[in-house]
């Protein structure tokens, strides 16, 4: 490995024992003191003889828990000697060094409808949700809630830094047994015109009750998220959440919400 990768990366693990060529899930490793990287987290092995990089997703945390690195399937086409070693890029390293994790907690109660719904002229600091529009698409990246008057782009959530969306996680108490979904739906109002807009849907979850013990929705804290987006707003850009009726109608919603944003710390 040259000093260039070095300085560039960050060495999370060193290869404890040699391991065969071919599809692997594992290597051994020698013990760490501290959670290095997380379960997704994709880092590199750098062949100690070679210098040869290898991508490996991981599987599990790269933690004290065990003397290994557990990762997504991965064929190497030679052996692996001990003293190779597993790094993370400087970009990663810099990602958990400068950014945090942003939370924005509030609630709605309202009737229920198959057309998407969100607040009124209150915004999110009055729970009463009445503003309906004509819109049902749950596709993220594509649908849109349309027509969104002015009244209601003033009172959206707005951003006052360049930040990612990562997603959100509701609690869903419907009065009978049907589902609900969430979204968040995302733009720029139009600042000093007198002008609709349309928001585009970039994050959906619909209550999931698979987990059990019941598999009912009636009447009960049932669980919607979506928090794997990585979805880019500029300063001054608005989220309008919204919540709409997956299989019918009737009854009435009550809703938690947590909006998780990523924000960097400013140098």
Known sequence: MSLQQYLNNKVLATVSDAADG???????????????????????????????????QLSADLDDSVARCNFSSVTFD????????????????????????QYITFSSQA?????????SSAGISNHTWNTSTTDTGTTVGTSQITG????????????????TLVGIRATIYRVGNFQTAVGLFCGTPAYNDNATQDFTLRAYAAADNSAGPDSNYSQRPVKAEDLSRSHSLSAGDIILPAFNSVTNNGGNARISYTIVLKTTKIL
């Open 78 to 101: 030679t052996n692996i000697p001990q003293g190779s070693v597993i790094i993370a890029s400087k970009d990663k390293g810099f990602d958990r060094t400068h950014s945090s994790l």
């Open 148 to 163: 969104i008057s002015t009244a209601i782009q003033s009172v959206g959530i707005v951003v006052p830094f360049a930040c």
């Open 111 to 119: 009737a229920t409808a198959e057309q998407w719904k969100t607040f």
């Open 22 to 56: 071919g599809a692997t899930t594992f290597l051994q490793i020698f013990p760490l003191r501290q959670t290095m990287a997380l379960s997704g987290d994709v880092v590199k092995l750098i062949h100690k003889g070679t210098g040869r990089e290898y991508e490996m």
